[in-house]
Nanobody
């Protein structure tokens, strides 16, 4: 069983930065991939970023590319999302997600097997 716990959300002004963390409990493997998604009020959950657990190319949504960076620390079993140049439209609940088999459809929430409880990020204008 895998459990994910996010932290690091908060309130920030536009142009500011936040770093989200996701602690993983349970087994990982070379086929695991970790993702970050977000869901704004009244909207569907959307893909933000993905990284293979064993290393390799990372993926980003176009709306965050160049501003957000996903990383992982395999020794600590942590995944991070560094968010810079935040905009009000980045306001959402951010979720960490675990994909057992690193699906080709990395952008689809349906491909992920486990989810954290979410952490709120609010960006003021």
């Amino acid at each position: 069983q895998v459990q994910l716990v996010e932290s690091g959300g908060g309130f920030v002004q536009a142009g500011g930065s936040l770093r989200l963390s996701c602690a993983i409990t349970g087994p990982t493997s070379s086929s695991t991939a970790m993702g970050w998604f977000r869901q704004a009020t009244g909207k569907e959950r959307e893909f933000v970023a993905q990284t293979p657990w064993s290393g390799g190319p990372t993926r980003y949504a176009g709306s965050v590319k160049g501003r957000f960076t996903i990383s992982r620390d395999t020794a600590k079993k942590m995944v991070y999302l560094q968010m810079n140049s935040l905009k009000p439209e980045d306001t959402a609940v951010y979720y960490c997600a675990f994909d057992r088999v690193r699906s080709i459809r990395y952008w689809s929430p349906e491909e992920y097997n486990y989810w954290g409880q979410g952490t709120q990020v609010t960006v003021s204008a």
